[in-house]
């Protein structure tokens, strides 16, 4: 069993930055594939980044604003948000589990990180 939280969202303005992290408990975090979904209000929740430590794998929308690292000693996922948009407002989503891209590829999901991006 591997328990996710989220912190760091918070408001920013647009061309802002944040960074989110994500602590993972458990022994064997090396082991999966972190991600970053997010879900806007009325919508569904979709990808935004994906990292194992050898690949790296970021939604269109997101590529060249955001960066998805992780510290396997310390258990935590980062995701570097730069240049935010309005339309990156969401509830982000931390999850562990196989390297994709949808969310039936992950096992467990953090309770989400509100990030608020105005105009």
């Known amino acids: 069993q591997v328990q996710l939280v989220e912190s760091g969202g918070g408001l920013v303005q647009a061309g802002g930055s944040l960074r989110l992290s994500c602590v993972a408990s458990?022994?064997?975090?090396?082991?999966?594939?972190m991600g970053w979904f997010r879900q806007a209000p009325g919508k569904e929740r979709e990808f935004v980044a994906t990292?194992?430590?050898?690949?790296?794998r970021y939604a269109d929308s997101v590529k060249g604003r955001f960066t998805i690292s992780r510290d396997n000693a310390k258990n935590t996922v980062y995701l570097q948000m730069n240049s935010l948009k309005p339309e990156d407002t969401a509830n982000y989503y931390c999850?562990?589990?196989?390297?994709?891209?949808?969310?039936?590829?992950?096992?467990?999901w953090g309770q989400g990180t509100q990030v608020t991006v105005s105009s």
């Open positions: 999850a562990a589990g196989r390297f994709g891209v949808t969310m039936r590829e992950y096992d467990y």
């Open positions: 458990g022994r064997t975090f090396s082991t999966y594939a």
């Open positions: 990292r194992t430590d050898l690949s790296t």
